[in-house]
Every structure is written in C-alpha cells, then in structure tokens.
C-alpha cells in the first residue's frame, strides 16, 4: 500500500501518470531507448520555456502550460522506465550505475521535478515565471549531476 503522503504526491499529478506507460515486460534495450526518447520531449518542452525566459519569445500563459505539461508527461513517463537491469542493453546509456543502487533519492528527484512542472502549469504571470522555472530547471540539473554521464 502507498502510505497517505505518497497518494496524496501522486494523485496531484494523476494526469501525468495516466500516460505512464507499464514497464514491466520491457526489455533494457526498449528501455533505454524509450526513457531518452521521453527525455528528449522533455527537453523540447524546457526549450519553449527558456525561450520564454530569455524573451526571444513573449510570456504566454498557455504556452508555458502546454509546455509544462509536455515536460510533466514525458518525466512521468520517463521515471517508469529504469528498470532494474537496464544499467545496459544494445544502445548507449548514459545512465549511472548508481541509480540502481540509490533508487530511493533517484526517484524523490523524480517526483519533485514533476511537481515543479505541474506547479509551473498554473504559472499565469510573467513575474511568477522565473522562480518556477529556476525551481524546474535545478530539479533536472540535480538528477543529471548525479545520475547521468555527461555526453561528450
Ligand atoms: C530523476 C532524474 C532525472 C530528472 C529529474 C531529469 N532527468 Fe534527464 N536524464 C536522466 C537520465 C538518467 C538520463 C540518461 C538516460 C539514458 O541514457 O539511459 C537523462 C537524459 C536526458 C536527456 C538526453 C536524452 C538522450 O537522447 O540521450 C535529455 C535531453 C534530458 N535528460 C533532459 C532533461 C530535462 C530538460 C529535465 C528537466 C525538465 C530532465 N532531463 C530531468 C535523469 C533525469
């Protein structure tokens, strides 16, 4: 069972999890190649608000939704998809070992992250924009420090 702190985490990103997909019968190849593939939509969705926050583009509130939406999604979905023995397959990872030896601080940075992507969807004024996307942006960067090889 989830205890009631967890649920309640969970249920306010119910959307997102809609979407995640099972992970159970999928092989580490499949794996590996899907959760880059959800990472990179997840990207194309921070550079549309980085866009935004270097002002090559104007803020608007249903853009910086939809984007954070998008990024919300595909981290949801990514977070299913580092099963354990997918630390290699057939492709390249980047993932560290460590993930699989440190899950429980993986997956809080996962959760938080999400959080600040849902938290940045009901961002509607240009000034509450920096601050959440600091908060979403440093939720990447802190999994990536500690879990992901740098690619070259
Ligand atoms: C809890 C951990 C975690 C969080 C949070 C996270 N990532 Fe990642 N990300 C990873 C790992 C691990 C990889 C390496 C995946 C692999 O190669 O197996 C990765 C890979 C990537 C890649 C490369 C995909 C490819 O094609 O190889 C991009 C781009 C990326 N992440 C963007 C982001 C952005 C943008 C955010 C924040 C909005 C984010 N990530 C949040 C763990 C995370």
Redesign the pocket.
């Known amino acids: 069972m989830m205890s009631g702190k967890k649920l309640r985490i969970w249920g306010t990103i119910g959307v997102a999890l809609a979407v995640t997909v099972s992970a159970a019968a999928i092989t580490a190849t499949d794996a ?1 190649k899907q ?3 959800a ?2 939509g ?2 194309d969705g ?1 550079m549309t608000l980085g866009a935004i926050a270097k002002k090559e583009q104007a803020f608007d509130a249903g853009v910086v939704k939809a984007s954070a939406a998008k ?1 919300a999604d595909h ?1 949801a979905e ?2 299913e998809l ?1 099963p354990a023995g997918s630390d290699k397959g057939e492709v ?5 070992p460590e ?1 699989w030896t440190d899950r429980e601080n ?1 997956d809080e ?2 959760k938080t ?1 999400v959080q600040a ?1 849902v938290d940045m969807q009901s961002v509607s004024e240009a000034e509450a924009f920096p601050p959440a996307l600091g908060k ?2 440093s ?2 960067k802190s ?2 420090d500690l ?2 090889i740098p ?1 070259q």
Do not use: D, N, P
Not at 92 to 96: V, Y
């Open positions: 590996i959760r880059q593939q990472m990179e997840v990207r921070l990024i981290l990514a977070a580092f390249q990872t980047w993932s560290k993930i993986f940075i996962f992250t992507a979403l942006g939720g990447c999994c990536h879990y992901r690619k």
